[in-house]
């Protein structure tokens, strides 16, 4: 029977799946501090995102129960379908 995962629902929770802010900024190669803040400001820092989501599909989370919101975006179909840009005045 496969065990049934938690919610990743912060960045925080996700920064914990993955063993804490000094194991992540380790294997980021950042300082520890850097990690921290994302969880104190509640997001992944940019163009972290992606390392960050693919190593908790391989832990075995899914959209089921990992939130958008830690990644920035309110749903998921944000990731498929950006919100097209304003075009600049002439």
Do not use: C
Not at 60 to 71: D, I, K, R, S
Not at 76 to 84: D, T
Request: no cysteine; net charge positive; hydrophobic share 45%.
């Amino acid at each position: 029977m496969a065990r049934r995962r938690r919610m990743i629902a912060t960045a925080k929770d996700a920064i914990r799946a993955l063993g804490g802010p000094t194991a992540v900024a380790e294997w980021l190669n950042l300082d520890q501090s850097t990690i921290s803040g994302w969880g104190i400001r509640g997001a992944i820092g940019r163009g972290w995102e992606m390392h960050i989501y693919w190593s908790l599909r391989d832990r075995g989370f899914t959209h089921a129960n990992l939130a958008p919101e830690v990644f920035g975006m309110s749903a998921w179909a944000e990731l498929r379908m950006p919100r097209p840009r304003k075009k600049r005045a002439a």
